[in-house]
């Protein structure tokens, strides 16, 4: 982790924030998606419909790890649903399928720390009807949404060490583990270890992607081809690369402006991966960099469909060049794939870079067509991996 250096002590220091004020607090506010709505929390119009599948008989295990219930009458739970709804923190939002309009869950957002942009997600009540369900997933990429776009920097997640799913829906969902707090509470007289999980506002633009990813129809619709906690991963299987962040958006441009310039006298035009801005870039595709002394050296750029993957963009520094960091780059991409369970990766480069094309070739990238563009030609290519 870099930091910077006070001017007088010459000790290490935290870098500048940009928005050191205070963030907007959350507000009742309604996020619509293609298989829920999240609106706030009424009492009175959504209880009945949670108690359905949140009370009674076969709900105990709903209510293992949470501070309220299990509820055996519809009467208390009501009277703990008018208890959240009345709150402000935690703020308390029902979650209703988008055909039905049926409550069939509820989320808060809680721990609401203004003045260092930092907010939790929790009290997360998932009915049956809602559980494994895409919009079980959607619901947490509406509320992530929601929290990054108001300006917070940090998104928590906490809950009982014991509690193996939660654990397991924040790593799928994005979140790093932090530790654990240990006997950081009591609840219902029994003591509760306490495992952490964040998500920072950098990563959002590349976790955000494999949220839209996962739920976008052609995946949902053709059988999930992608795993959400594939999308997700923060490193790549036997690479040293990681996931960009925000925080890499200079240096990412200023590597590809580096690997890529040197091709523009040979194409006549500019290069297609300096017709994207880099905060483009990071937000439309995975970008993974490999780091030496701290310093980016390499950047893969792939966007990943349900049936293959594309590798957008390989880019080596010049000093780097001749080092095998670009086959350590394509074989990253390979390793990818198989993450995402696809057998097929493609790439295209200009016509006019015929070391490009046989770099490729040698490599087991054959030549699938030719496309004619007004202002260049690219060769498009494909590998199936074995």
């Given amino acids: 982790m870099n930091s910077d250096r006070d001017p007088v002590t010459g000790l290490p220091i935290g870098r500048p924030v940009a928005q050191a004020g205070p963030a907007p607090a959350p507000e009742r506010v309604r996020l619509d998606g293609r298989h829920v709505r999240i609106v706030p929390l009424d009492a009175a119009a959504h209880g009945a419909d949670l108690a359905e599948g949140a009370v009674g008989p076969g709900s105990e295990a709903l209510w293992q790890y949470m501070a309220a219930g299990p509820f055996d009458d519809r009467e208390s739970f ?3 649903l ?19 309009g049926k409550a069939i869950g509820h989320a808060a957002l809680m721990r609401i720390d203004r003045a260092n942009r930092v907010i939790e997600v929790g009290n997360i009540l998932y009915t049956p009807a809602l559980q494994r369900t895409p919009g079980a997933t959607e619901a947490m990429r509406l509320m ?10 940090r998104y ?57 990813r996962w739920l976008d129809p052609a995946n949902l619709d053709g059988g999930q081809s992608f795993r959400l ?4 991963r923060a490193t790549i299987s036997g690479s040293g690369l990681h996931r960009a962040t925000t925080a890499d958006e200079s240096a990412l441009a200023a590597l590809q402006e580096a690997a890529y310039a040197p091709n523009r006298p040979l194409l006549g035009v500019e290069p297609v991966p300096l017709l994207t801005p ?12 490999a780091e030496t002394d701290g310093a980016p050296v390499g950047a893969l750029v792939l966007d990943p469909a349900p049936d293959h993957l594309t590798i957008w963009s390989v880019a080596v520094d010049p000093a780097h060049q001749g080092s095998g960091l670009g086959n350590t780059l394509l074989a990253a991409a390979e390793a990818r794939a198989r993450d995402l369970d696809l057998s097929e990766l493609r790439l295209y480069t200009g016509d006019k870079l015929v070391r490009n094309i046989d770099w490729y070739a040698r490599r087991g ?3 699938a067509r030719v496309e004619d563009l007004p202002d260049r030609r690219l060769v498009h290519m494909h590998k199936r991996l074995a």
Avoid: H
């Fill in 82 to 100: 008018e208890a959240c709804a009345a709150s402000a923190d935690p703020l308390f939002y029902a979650i209703l399928d988008a055909r039905t």
């Fill in 365 to 367: 990238y054959a030549t």
């Fill in 278 to 289: 880099a905060a483009e870039v990071l937000g439309r595709y995975e970008v993974w960099l």
């Fill in 156 to 212: 928590e997640w906490k809950c009982n060490a014991l509690n193996a799913p939660s654990r397991r829906a924040a790593e799928r969902l994005g979140f790093s583990y932090e530790g654990l707090f240990r006997q950081g509470m009591i609840v219902k007289g029994r003591n509760r270890d306490t495992a952490w999980f964040s998500m920072l506002d950098g990563e959002w633009p590349q976790i955000r992607q494999g949220f839209d």
């Fill in 144 to 153: 992530a949404g929601y929290v990054f776009g108001l300006g917070y920097r």
């Fill in 78 to 80: 009501q009277a703990t």
């Fill in 229 to 232: 906690g594939a999308l997700n």
